[in-house]
């Protein structure tokens, strides 16, 4: 699909994920073990032959621009196209939340406009899937809609909703994370096919009337001007926008069908190219129903839980039901249970840390606990 | 070109045959190791580590996936502006080419990709050991003692002494005497295959031993002792840490079950000399509930649902319920289906073992006495075998998919 530029825009999340996103965009939050949430929709346009793809990078972004570097991880270091950041236009400033913020854009239009590829594929970052770009693309032209926004049925959490008829068209967007419309809910993943063409338009269009929200602004307002129809995606995905989907995707993750089609089936999820050796399982481990990255040193108990790379557990130690991040050190005796570590969190000795079922508490990046007996 | 203080010359065109089916189709520095890596990981990623950035890598049998793997040496970091990893194999020019006769003969070779860097120094390595080692001490020792060159050399159990080049040195560490495999060893340092030569008296020595019909054109049997004859100055370089040369079945599996002892001297996590390889896209390794894990290394994209004792497994192999795995090397991508038990093998990369078959253990200790070759003990799977469900296999080296199963099968 070389006509097709790849576009990946940024949502206004601080606090979203509670500290998790303190310091990180959505697309860098840690995801499944080894990724980060922009893995996936990366990986998914270079799997379709997409290797010119720009992403709107906020400022403050310093973990996804170390993440991505020239984008060698996932072949998009190229002489021509491959990966180019855009700066986004808000500065540090939190204004209001748009959904899809076409001010990021219009801010780089020069970039749009120089670019030759006439169609356009806009994707978030927040969504976890593998889908065949080429299936919705073919789908996109065969339907000769003016946009395609990709949605899948299903009772799944999501952001915006879609009222869609029998023919795909959309007639209503419903926006809110718990607005879900009465008739069979069609949740959007937030991609959308369209000509260059027509974003430039829109994009000058919300420069004149100072609105910028593709969805509220745009698509909500425009359903019956502009041919706008759903393309339906019936694999597995999940919309990371709270502590709670954030917890239960990667919970998912645990079951070997979703591993298979997410990791499996399809192209590969690529990621940043690390360095460090398989790890190493000691003869006082036992490991049930978890996933578990390069570089981890397992001598305790770990059940139900994603262990990401370079966790040291010491014997002794439990480990259920948790999403420990990079270079966690868990030392002996320790309990833990439905919590969410980041980055570099030491649990000392003996310490328990458990969360009331079903509200997984996150514990701070570099955060330390070696008061024995300690309770969440 | 730059000029460079010391570049390296990488020999990794040797057949390693007494490795028996897993260099049937790719060169020995090629062979997968340690769960992760291939051998020639160790000595490119002790270059970087080193500060050493120019590498010819000298090629010759079954290169392909080795010069594939190697590339720009972009997994090592050592691609870049200047120097580089470059592949050398052997060559035709306006008067002709040949193949590499030995490991003089082909850095002679290329001597000309040696000048183009104008070095003081020239650093030869072999692409078949397991070890971390700082190249920048012995270059630092090679220059304090002026030596014209130096060899790194470490101790060895007097017993096995026989089996290596035996250098016999004066107080000072200057080498008198070199003794390939002597039947009564004067002392217990043996050679390590690493040099350092000045490079003018490289250049040197190269030359003459060329002109030498009589000479098998190797460093070792040739063009040291010659050096040694002719008084040059040459300078053992001792060396404490890890250090194993995996050139048989036996000392490669041996290796390998050494990574996984808890107090390992080859340190895999330590993060300050990192052993760089290529970076594979599979997701964490997933254990199933009910799977059984021990003492061992599973790399990414591994899916176990069986049982996995004292092994390496390289990333992407699937272990089927109730499969039992112990004391074995399984590299990348195999699968091993339901029931099957593996004990004490090397299974090559994409092989599938069909259900309930049984690959080593007593079918193997039983060749084993028949060969009177206790290296026999440890039975070798080729790559992209297809192994029959309900087989049991002893020591058989190939089983072909499409192919007849070869011998070495007990049949039951």
């Given at each position: 699909?070389?006509k097709?530029?790849?576009?990946?825009?940024?949502?206004?999340?601080?606090?979203?994920?509670?500290?998790?996103?303190?310091?990180?965009?959505?697309?860098?939050?840690?995801?499944?073990?080894?990724?980060?949430l922009?893995?996936?929709?990366l990986?998914?346009m270079?799997?379709?032959?997409?290797?010119?793809?720009?992403?709107?990078?906020?400022?403050?972004s310093?973990?996804?621009m170390?993440?991505?570097?020239?984008?060698?991880?996932?072949?998009?270091?190229?002489?021509?196209?491959?990966?180019?950041?855009?700066?986004?236009?808000n500065?540090r400033?939190?204004?209001?939340?748009?959904?899809?913020?076409?001010?990021?854009?219009?801010?780089?239009?020069?970039?749009?406009e120089?670019?030759?590829?006439e169609?356009?594929i806009?994707?978030?970052?927040?969504?976890?899937?593998?889908?065949?770009?080429?299936?919705?693309?073919?789908g996109h032209l065969?339907?000769?809609?003016?946009?395609?926004?990709?949605?899948?049925?299903?009772?799944?959490?999501?952001?915006?909703?879609?009222?869609?008829?029998?023919?795909?068209?959309?007639?209503?967007?419903i926006?809110g994370?718990?607005?879900?419309?009465?008739?069979?809910?069609?949740?959007?993943?937030?991609?959308?096919?369209?000509?260059?063409?027509?974003?430039?338009d829109?994009?000058?269009?919300?420069?004149?009337?100072?609105?910028?929200?593709?969805?509220?602004?745009?698509?909500?307002?425009?359903?019956?001007d502009?041919?706008?129809?759903?393309?339906?995606?019936?694999?597995?995905?999940?919309?990371?926008?709270?502590?709670?989907?954030?917890?239960?995707?990667?919970?998912?993750l645990l079951?070997?069908?979703?591993?298979?089609?997410l990791?499996?089936a399809?192209?590969?999820?690529?990621?940043?190219?690390?360095?460090?050796?398989?790890?190493?399982?000691?003869?006082?481990?036992?490991?049930?129903?978890s996933?578990?990255?390069?570089?981890?040193?397992?001598?305790?108990?770990?059940?139900?839980?994603?262990?990401?790379?370079?966790?040291?557990?010491?014997e002794?130690?439990?480990?259920?039901?948790?999403?420990?991040?990079?270079?966690?050190?868990?030392?002996?005796?320790a309990?833990?249970?439905?919590?969410i570590?980041?980055?570099?969190?030491?649990?000392?000795?003996?310490v328990?840390l458990?969360?009331p079922?079903g509200?997984?508490?996150v514990?701070?990046?570099?955060?330390?606990?070696?008061?024995?007996?300690?309770?969440? | 070109?730059?000029?460079k203080?010391c570049?390296?010359m990488?020999?990794a065109?040797?057949?390693?045959?007494?490795?028996?089916?897993?260099?049937?189709?790719?060169?020995?520095?090629?062979?997968?190791?340690?769960?992760?890596?291939r051998?020639?990981d160790?000595?490119?990623?002790?270059?970087?580590?080193?500060?050493?950035?120019?590498?010819?890598v000298l090629?010759?049998?079954?290169?392909?996936?080795l010069?594939?793997?190697i590339?720009?040496?972009?997994?090592?970091?050592?691609?870049?502006?200047?120097?580089?990893?470059t592949?050398?194999?052997p060559?035709?020019?306006d008067?002709?080419?040949?193949?590499?006769?030995?490991?003089?003969?082909s850095?002679?070779?290329?001597?000309?990709?040696?000048?183009?860097?104008?070095?003081?120094?020239?650093?030869?390595?072999?692409?078949?050991?397991?070890?971390?080692?700082?190249?920048?001490?012995?270059?630092?020792?090679h220059?304090r003692?002026?030596?014209?060159?130096?060899?790194?050399?470490?101790?060895?159990?007097?017993e096995?002494a026989?089996?290596?080049?035996?250098?016999?040195?004066?107080?000072?560490?200057r080498?008198?005497?070199?003794?390939?495999?002597?039947?009564?060893?004067?002392?217990?340092?043996?050679?390590?295959?690493?040099?350092?030569?000045?490079?003018?008296?490289l250049?040197?020595?190269?030359?003459?031993?060329?002109?030498?019909?009589?000479?098998?054109?190797d460093?070792?049997?040739?063009?040291?002792?010659?050096?040694?004859?002719?008084?040059?100055?040459?300078y053992?370089?001792?060396?404490?840490?890890?250090?194993?040369?995996v050139?048989?079945v036996?000392s490669?599996?041996?290796?390998?079950?050494?990574?996984?002892?808890?107090?390992?001297?080859l340190?895999?996590?330590?993060?300050?000399?990192?052993?760089?390889?290529?970076?594979?896209s599979?997701p964490?390794?997933?254990?199933?509930?009910?799977?059984?894990?021990?003492?061992?290394?599973?790399?990414?994209?591994?899916?176990?649902?069986?049982?996995?004792?004292?092994?390496?497994?390289?990333?992407?192999?699937?272990v089927?319920p109730g499969?039992?795995?112990?004391?074995?090397?399984i590299?990348?991508n195999?699968?091993?289906?339901?029931?099957?038990?593996?004990d004490?093998?090397?299974?090559?990369?994409?092989?599938?073992?069909g259900?309930?078959?049984?690959?080593?253990?007593?079918?193997?200790?039983?060749y084993a006495?028949?060969?009177?070759?206790?290296?026999?003990?440890?039975?070798?799977?080729?790559n992209?075998s297809?192994?029959?469900?309900?087989?049991h296999?002893g020591?058989l080296?190939?089983?072909?998919?499409?192919?007849?199963?070869?011998?070495?099968?007990?049949?039951v």
């Amino acid at each position: 699909m070389k006509k097709v530029l790849g576009l990946v825009h940024q949502m206004k999340n601080e606090g979203l994920l509670k500290s998790i996103t303190h310091h990180r965009c959505m697309a860098a939050v840690p995801f499944g073990g080894k990724y980060r949430l922009v893995d996936f929709v990366l990986s998914n346009m270079v799997n379709a032959g997409i290797d010119n793809i720009g992403l709107v990078t906020p400022a403050g972004s310093r973990s996804i621009m170390d993440h991505l570097g020239g984008g060698r991880g996932w072949g998009l270091d190229k002489k021509h196209g491959g990966l180019v950041f855009l700066p986004s236009a808000n500065g540090r400033k939190t204004g209001r939340r748009r959904i899809v913020d076409l001010r990021d854009f219009y801010h780089n239009l020069d970039f749009l406009e120089n670019r030759e590829e006439e169609e356009l594929i806009i994707s978030g970052s927040n969504v976890v899937c593998n889908i065949d770009y080429h299936k919705v693309f073919q789908g996109h032209l065969d339907t000769g809609a003016d946009i395609t926004v990709v949605c899948s049925g299903g009772e799944k959490e999501g952001q915006v909703f879609l009222d869609a008829d029998e023919g795909g068209r959309i007639h209503r967007l419903i926006i809110g994370k718990n607005k879900k419309p009465d008739t069979q809910p069609v949740v959007s993943l937030d991609m959308y096919l369209l000509k260059k063409e027509l974003l430039v338009d829109i994009l000058r269009e919300c420069a004149d009337s100072n609105r910028w929200d593709l969805i509220r602004d745009v698509l909500a307002k425009r359903v019956e001007d502009l041919d706008i129809r759903a393309f339906f995606y019936d694999g597995y995905f999940a919309v990371i926008n709270s502590l709670a989907s954030y917890y239960r995707c990667q919970m998912e993750l645990l079951s070997p069908q979703v591993l298979q089609e997410l990791f499996f089936a399809n192209g590969p999820i690529c990621t940043k190219w690390k360095d460090g050796p398989p790890s190493k399982y000691y003869r006082t481990c036992r490991v049930s129903n978890s996933l578990i990255a390069n570089g981890c040193q397992i001598a305790g108990v770990v059940e139900n839980s994603v262990v990401f790379r370079k966790v040291k557990i010491e014997e002794g130690a439990i480990v259920r039901n948790s999403i420990i991040m990079p270079k966690v050190k868990v030392q002996a005796e320790a309990y833990l249970d439905g919590v969410i570590l980041d980055k570099g969190v030491a649990v000392g000795k003996g310490v328990h840390l458990k969360a009331p079922k079903g509200q997984p508490v996150v514990v701070e990046r570099g955060a330390t606990y070696f008061q024995e007996g300690a309770f969440i | 070109m730059q000029k460079k203080e010391c570049i390296a010359m990488l020999l990794a065109g040797g057949q390693g045959s007494r490795l028996r089916g897993l260099t049937r189709n790719i060169a020995k520095p090629a062979v997968p190791f340690g769960g992760q890596y291939r051998i020639i990981d160790f000595s490119l990623s002790n270059c970087a580590n080193s500060g050493i950035d120019t590498v010819g890598v000298l090629t010759q049998y079954k290169p392909q996936l080795l010069n594939k793997y190697i590339g720009m040496g972009v997994n090592w970091d050592l691609h870049g502006n200047g120097g580089g990893v470059t592949i050398l194999p052997p060559y035709v020019g306006d008067r002709g080419g040949c193949w590499y006769q030995g490991t003089a003969h082909s850095v002679y070779q290329n001597i000309d990709y040696i000048d183009s860097f104008e070095p003081e120094h020239v650093l030869i390595l072999s692409g078949d050991h397991i070890y971390k080692m700082n190249y920048e001490e012995m270059l630092v020792y090679h220059r304090r003692k002026d030596a014209d060159l130096t060899i790194s050399v470490i101790e060895v159990p007097w017993e096995e002494a026989g089996r290596f080049g035996i250098m016999n040195a004066d107080g000072d560490m200057r080498i008198t005497e070199f003794e390939e495999k002597p039947r009564k060893p004067k002392n217990n340092l043996a050679s390590m295959g690493i040099y350092i030569f000045k490079t003018e008296v490289l250049k040197t020595y190269l030359k003459k031993d060329a002109l030498d019909s009589t000479s098998n054109n190797d460093f070792g049997k040739n063009v040291i002792p010659r050096m040694l004859r002719e008084g040059c100055s040459i300078y053992a370089f001792p060396y404490q840490g890890y250090w194993r040369d995996v050139g048989t079945v036996e000392s490669y599996w041996l290796a390998s079950m050494e990574i996984l002892d808890d107090d390992a001297k080859l340190k895999m996590f330590d993060n300050d000399w990192c052993v760089y390889s290529e970076s594979t896209s599979f997701p964490p390794a997933y254990f199933a509930t009910g799977s059984y894990v021990k003492n061992s290394m599973v790399a990414e994209g591994c899916r176990i649902s069986g049982e996995i004792e004292n092994s390496l497994l390289f990333s992407g192999v699937k272990v089927e319920p109730g499969a039992r795995v112990k004391d074995s090397i399984i590299m990348a991508n195999v699968k091993i289906s339901a029931g099957v038990v593996i004990d004490k093998a090397i299974i090559g990369e994409e092989v599938t073992v069909g259900e309930g078959a049984v690959v080593g253990g007593e079918y193997s200790k039983e060749y084993a006495k028949v060969r009177g070759s206790r290296e026999h003990n440890i039975t070798v799977i080729e790559n992209n075998s297809d192994i029959a469900p309900y087989s049991h296999i002893g020591v058989l080296v190939m089983v072909k998919k499409d192919e007849e199963q070869l011998s070495g099968i007990s049949g039951v």
